[in-house]
């Protein structure tokens, strides 16, 4: 058989197949990257701050339906308005002052400096010429506005659309019974703003309850990516290295769309901004997770081929369904490892 061909020579492998599609997704990532529209919502995502737990916790307390919330100026400049009536979100924000200069007459002698002495230029071994760190006196109360209580001009959104319909017969089924195959326990639930979510501390795949089936298949073939592709080990520095991170997001996503669009479901809609957020539209990330994705793909797909083979999987883990409590609507839905939070919009 003449290589990169099917088992009957008349058309391309399997293997090959994944190449193109990966080799697609690659061209459509770059093609948006490089669009007017993606830029446009880059600049607009850039006002937005990254809110720390803390002030996260006091907005969902006032307002547990915001999902992008700013200052007034920040709005105006965004060519939106706060709605009069709105009444502000109140959150805290540090008060900071510079070190006190210190004079020269009251500067201790060289000879008291030690190894540390100030040089000629004013500066000692390990210093620099930057303005000195401000120091922490306190904080104060701001109020924010959430998009709901301002008009205008519409945001530019490169937000992933979530997938809508029905999913492939057996699909969700297949992959649930291969999550829990790899020892992972599957709950339908909230997932704090995200579609879905893997602990690999506690085994456990949750996916969110309120998704169309489609959506919710995809996002458990992301959540088995992320397995596969053996992140928990490959990618230790996940929660502490926004590019690790990135690179894990990356993978687990072009994974999902390899395995769905071998089963038949669409999903360029949602992949191709997920991914180029996560990449920063940069396709060279795409490009070096190449290997791995390609391989934990083809592992997949041939699994679900091997079931379809002997009929309908029953799936190897009991699902557990959490009731959802909180609003699950977010601006740009990340699936990701146990802390879901957008590199994009800061608020999760």
């Not at 492939?168 to 999550?179: E, F, G, N, V």
């Not at 456990?204 to 959540?223: F, S």
């Not at 991170?245 to 191709?272: F, N, P, Q």
């Not at 601006?331 to 608020?347: C, D, I, K, R, S």
Request: include cysteine; hydrophobic fraction near 40%.
């Amino acid at each position: 058989m003449a290589p990169g061909t099917g088992a009957r020579g008349d058309g391309p492998s399997a293997e090959d197949k994944l190449t193109a599609l990966h080799a697609q997704l690659m061209s459509a990532v770059e093609a948006l990257a490089s669009s007017d529209e993606w830029m446009q919502m880059l600049r607009a995502a850039a006002r937005f701050p990254t809110y720390s737990p803390s002030n996260v916790l006091l907005i969902n307390a006032q307002r547990s339906t915001a999902t992008r919330v700013a200052g007034f100026r920040t709005w105006t400049q965004l060519g939106r308005h706060v709605v009069k009536g709105e009444k502000g979100i109140a959150i805290l924000t540090p008060c900071t002052y510079g070190p006190r200069a210190t004079s020269a007459e009251n500067a201790p002698p060289a000879h008291a400096r030690g190894s540390d002495a100030v040089g000629a230029d004013g500066l000692g071994p390990g210093d620099t010429d930057q303005a000195p760190r401000r120091v922490l006196a306190g904080f104060r109360i701001v109020h924010v506005f959430d998009l709901s209580q301002t008009d205008g001009k519409p945001l530019p959104d490169g937000a992933p659309a979530l997938l809508q319909g029905a999913a492939p017969a057996h699909l969700w089924d297949t992959l649930a019974s291969l999550t829990g195959d790899a020892g992972y326990g599957l709950e339908r639930g909230d997932c704090a703003g995200a579609n879905g979510s893997t602990s690999f501390a506690t085994r456990t795949v949750r996916v969110r309850a309120d998704v169309a089936p489609a959506q919710a298949a995809k996002t458990l073939a992301h959540e088995l990516g992320h397995i596969r592709a053996d992140h928990e080990h490959r990618l230790v520095d996940y929660h502490q290295d926004a590019l690790c991170r990135g690179r894990a997001e990356v993978e687990a996503e072009s994974i999902a769309y390899l395995v769905a669009t071998g089963a038949g479901m669409d999903t360029t809609g949602y992949t191709v901004p997920y991914v180029a957020g996560w990449a920063g539209g940069d396709p060279q990330v795409l490009r070096e997770s190449a290997t791995q994705v390609l391989t934990v793909a083809r592992g997949i797909v041939a699994d679900l081929e091997a079931a379809s083979g002997m009929g309908e999987r029953t799936p190897a883990v009991t699902l557990s369904v959490v009731p959802v409590t909180t609003s699950t609507h977010h601006p740009y839905p990340a699936e990701v490892p146990t802390h879901p939070q957008n590199p994009v919009f800061g608020l999760r």
